[in-house]
């Protein structure tokens, strides 16, 4: 157990947890460069000495954290099936409702957890070592896999005609834009981009958009 200066006595894992689930990029315009270490302590409640406890530095932390990010995301795709079934008629009608799934849990994902396109629209802005670290550990490899399976949907004339090297930025972005622009979507719509029945509806109508040729 670790003691902190109000008494209070805190697990190191719960601590360790909280720093992760608080990533270290300001919600403004200033990303990872105005992110302090004593702000990010501030924003779960703890002591600057506790980042520095479990993280030696604030990119070690800010490294950690998209880690986990991208493990939750990983999580929020697990089971998904592209293979036929005795139910379904072909493979390629198997693929379309994967990737139909796919859809709606990424879109699910992106309204419980927009830290994650936050960082990334601050970080892709400009060249950096955290920008390669990040591209090369996580988004290649996701651009990778949907690419392929968009480009089958697209030859089977079941996905809209986008082309593939491009519909990455097509969903990521139709996907986290109402969530990472909040107070936005608040203003405009007067809908609650939390609520279930919002993020559901935004899901389907994905789903209509890219796969409109689905069965």
Known sequence: LHEVPTGEVWHREDIRERLLDAPPVDSGAKGFDGASTRAIAQRID???????????????????????LFGE????????????????????????????????????FAASRPELNQIMVHEATARSGRLRWMTNRHVRPLYDTVRVLWRRLREAGI?????????????????????????????????????????????????????????
């Open 159 to 215: 996905a809209a005609p986008i082309d593939d090297a491009v519909f990455h930025y097509v969903l990521v972005g139709a996907a986290s834009l109402p969530y990472v622009n909040a107070p936005e979507a608040r203003l405009l719509t007067g809908a609650e981009p939390t609520d279930r029945s919002f993020v559901d509806g935004h899901a389907e109508s994905l789903v209509a958009t890219f796969l409109p040729n689905r069965s």
């Open 73 to 108: 995301l990983g999580r929020a795709m697990l089971g998904l099936d592209f293979r036929a079934h005795p139910t379904r008629t072909t493979a390629i009608d198997a693929l379309a409702d994967g990737f139909a799934e796919l859809i709606r849990r990424f879109v699910r």
């Open 46 to 68: 703890a002591h600057q000495p506790q980042i520095h406890y479990h993280f030696e530095s604030k990119e070690v932390l800010w490294k950690a954290a998209v880690d986990h």
